[in-house]
């Protein structure tokens, strides 16, 4: 039995099922986005793509700590 995810990915297969867009796609608009700061970014999803501020948020949080890794 493997463990539930936990963070921002716990996020991830809702997310999927409710806007109908993979993952990786939403981190790659993210990224490609001028903005850069973690609230900024949050409120463009919900502006822009309609996404609710928990999922926004988990989004966000999470390609943010992936570029800061590397």
Do not use: C
């Not at 990786?24 to 490609?32: C, G, Q, S, T």
């Amino acid at each position: 039995m493997t463990a539930p995810v936990k963070g921002p990915a716990g996020y991830f297969p809702s997310i999927e099922k409710k806007y109908g867009r993979p993952i990786a796609e939403w981190k790659d608009l993210i990224r490609a986005s001028p903005l850069s700061k973690h609230m900024e970014l949050v409120n463009w999803l919900k502006t822009e793509h309609g996404l609710g501020h928990g999922h926004a948020n988990a989004l966000v949080a999470h390609t943010l700590a992936e570029q800061s890794n590397t």
